[in-house]
């Protein structure tokens, strides 16, 4: 079934009420911005909400961040409307944004949970071998966590790339920018954050890039 792409700006539009629906409904607040945050961001233009329509119905909805001066671009949000999961809908949206990256000479950067971690195991590994099945790369031995976002416990992640990156790209300095980046502009953490000087410190010097599937 044929998706319609529409980019939305208007944070008074139908459209854009319908993608927060699904927004609020697909992620736990620990790891949701608020709704503030998220109508600042696409007023301003740091955020950029891309919705998927099917028979005039917003069935998917994705926010990309986009760092300056940065061959990437966050996909801070991609989610799918619960009634319309299973349709391949989230595969086609998915590879919408990858070539629209492309296009712009870009790579799309996902945090996604760690699943080794939570009492979700599975839907989070199901969530992990859909990103590798539509040609996603996991950064495998670089630490991530995610901050909380609504004061409660931060999340163990991990980094994904689509596509795959040249080696240059992906040096430990690049890597180092940008969970910096992440943290400072994203999460809004302060530059002296103790877990953001950690996860620095664990940077290896050599980013394994594996698109195996998982165990």
Request: proline share 4%.
């Amino acid at each position: 079934m044929a998706i319609d792409y529409q980019h939305i700006q208007d944070c008074n539009s139908s459209r854009f009420q319908e993608a927060m629906v699904i927004y609020s409904e697909a992620f736990p607040s620990s790891e949701r911005q608020s709704m503030v945050t998220v109508i600042e961001r696409v007023k301003t233009g740091q955020s950029q909400l891309f919705v998927g329509i099917v028979k005039k119905q917003v069935v998917a909805m994705a926010l990309l961040w986009g760092f300056k001066k940065s061959p990437f671009v966050l996909l801070d949000y991609l989610a799918v409307k619960n009634n319309c999961r299973g349709l391949e809908f989230g595969t086609q949206f998915f590879q919408f944004l990858v070539q629209m990256t492309i296009k712009n000479k870009q790579f799309l950067l996902l945090e996604v949970e760690h699943f080794q971690f939570g009492s979700n195991k599975e839907q989070r590994k199901k969530r992990i071998q859909f990103y590798i099945r539509n040609g996603a790369y996991l950064l495998s031995n670089v630490t991530y966590i995610l901050p909380s976002l609504d004061g409660t416990a931060s999340t163990e992640m991990l980094l994904m790339v689509a596509p795959k990156p040249p080696r240059e790209i992906l040096e430990k300095e690049s890597i180092k920018d940008l969970i910096q980046r992440l943290y400072l502009e994203i999460y809004e953490k302060e530059s002296n954050d103790s877990v953001l000087i950690s996860l620095l410190d664990k940077i290896p010097e050599q980013i394994i890039l594996t698109n195996t599937p998982l165990p």
